[in-house]
């Protein structure tokens, strides 16, 4: 059975409150946690760099799974890794050198990670799936929280998965972007084992409740696809 991680996404967090925040997804069992970088030009808004990433490293236990939407990513993969970065993932469209890209993130000792949009076919991974640890499906044009899960989302895992298992390679699928109870059976059946959520958890009035019975409605999904 594939092991499901949840990976609390702080952008629908109190920002005036995030070590608290953070404290309670992790009671609630989460395994990641999961940071939106922003800057204005890749997506239209602008939210955390490096000094936040940095904070929150001292008060978080779990990785720091830190999600970049900007321009020229390169130029900031040495700053997030030592901001204490575990997990950094670049979106397809705005890493022009991604095989250099990847290898920078890797070589740093970070796990790396390619991020597709909605539009973005799976079938770009063909040639970069063999040096990914892991692939992030965005399941809403990226930017903001809150935002419905776009359907086709799941037929994009199941090619996800496809084009990694042709390259030979075993990296993780997240998916990121309207997860919430109603929807992660499907999410599971179809091959993600990483699960981004932001409002389902933090907009429920009880981030810790909702971290835990959102693993428990995964788990169920994932024992009901049986094993890979
Ligand atoms: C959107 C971000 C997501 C966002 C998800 O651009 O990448 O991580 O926080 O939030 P929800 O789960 O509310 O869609
Ligand atoms: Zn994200």
New binding site residues.
Partial sequence: MPRIRIAP????ADFAALGREIAAVERGGADLI?V?V?DGHF?P?ITIGPPVVRALKRVATRPLDV?L?IEDPDRYIDEFVAAGADMISVHVEAARHLHRTIHCIRDQGAKAGAVLNPATPAALLEDIAADLDYVLV??????????A?IPHSIDKLRHVRAVLDAAGSRAEIEI?????HGNVADIGAAGATIL????????SGDPEAATRSLRQAALGAAQGAGPR
Avoid at 138 to 147: A, E, K, L, R, T
Avoid at 176 to 180: F, I, Q, T
């Fill in positions: 996404s702080i952008l629908s999961h939106d922003m997506v808004n999600h939407m965005m399941s809403v044009n990226p930017g903001f929280g809150g935002q899960f990121d972007g309207g997860v919430d981004v959520a932001g409002h389902a958890i933090f907009g």
